[in-house]
């Protein structure tokens, strides 16, 4: 029987060896003819995959930039509007957001006048608790830059029987925070929606109804999209809360008592409030309102439609332009002509502005009441 045995490998080689056969192991070489073909095509490969998915987004970008929102609705003025804010063609600002139709122009403001007629005024002393029991104060608020949605339909009759100016300062801002940022997050919501709209190749029926409603909201003329991105923005909060102290001497006002009105402005048709010491010949009046709501809505379409506030609405779009916020302190130089003091005016405003620091609000943010404001936050 025989007896079988392994031989190793090591042995093998020995034993070759001394037969003079030298076995040495053959190294893999990455570099061989074939790998070398393979490694070429693999890398052409990978470049040509890597260029085209850095390409492609570049030119679905342009395309969507470039392309018209529909046959109905087309944004011949974008080029034109560009150049306007580097300063290359002045000639043409004076076609964009200059022409206004008033008719649709405060429908939504009107809407407030069907509200049922059974609103409280509540007292100084009842509006202070509130805010206390739901913990609500300007020193949290600055720095939080967190407001709780608080939303007052009246100013209190009390208000001006506050002796500590401070407090009654205080009380006022209070008030009208809340229904400052929720007119700015309605627009910031519109302006969001519009841009989604206008980076859209096709669009579907509710969308363009929408844009029509947004169009005749704001008087715009012709269809002008530029106008429109001119006009639906927001007002800075702090500039917000400068004019209706200085309009209504910190909520003091007959007009802010006697009909919620802010921000003094004039109407010559339909309800209003006669000036005191106003001229027997004289057809003005102070716009009342029904909510203080109403007022603040109407302040905003005002100065975003307005002609008087047309170069405002221009130093806005070029702030937006270069990426900047909102600032109070540029954009109040182009309220001169919102009083006839002018100038004066304006100086009384920023005043008002740094004394009270009401910059410290402008980047505050309203507790949201309902889902469609979480998205702010």
Known sequence: MIKRTKISMDEIRKFLKKKGFNITKEKKSFFKEKNLDVFFKTVLSSLMLVSFFSIMPIVINFTKERALLTQEFKNNSKNNFTKTLEGKNYEKLSRI?????????????????????????????????????????????????????????????????????????????QIILPLVIKENNNIKLDRIKLFGVLNKSKNTNNEKNWLEKKLKQYGVINKDLSTLKIRLDEIPISMAIAQAAKET????????????????????????????????????????????????????????????????????????????????????????????????????LQQIIKQNQLTDFDDARLLPSNIDLESLI
């Open 97 to 173: 957001d200059n022409e206004l139709n008033q008719k649709y122009l405060f429908d939504d403001v009107l809407n407030f006048e069907d509200l049922p007629d059974n609103t409280v005024r509540l007292s100084a002393s009842t509006i202070k608790q509130l805010f206390l029991d739901t913990g609500y104060n300007l020193s949290d608020v600055r720095k939080k830059k967190l407001v709780k949605p608080v939303s007052l339909s009246l100013l209190p009759a009390e208000i001006k029987m506050i002796e500590n100016t401070k407090e009654r300062k205080e009380l006022f801002i």
């Open 249 to 348: 001497g910190w909520g003091t006002s007959r007009f802010a008592q006697e009909g919620n009105a802010l921000f003094g402005q004039w109407t010559w048709t339909g309800e209003g409030i006669k000036p005191a010491g106003a001229d027997d010949d004289s057809t003005h009046k102070v716009m009342k309102f029904k909510v203080l709501q109403a007022s603040v809505k109407a302040y905003h379409r005002n100065l975003n439609t307005h002609s008087s506030y047309k170069e405002f609405r221009s130093a806005r779009a070029q702030l937006r332009d270069e990426g900047k916020e909102l600032d109070s302190s540029i954009l109040t130089k182009y309220l001169d002509r919102y009083a006839e003091t002018g100038k004066e005016y304006v100086k009384i």
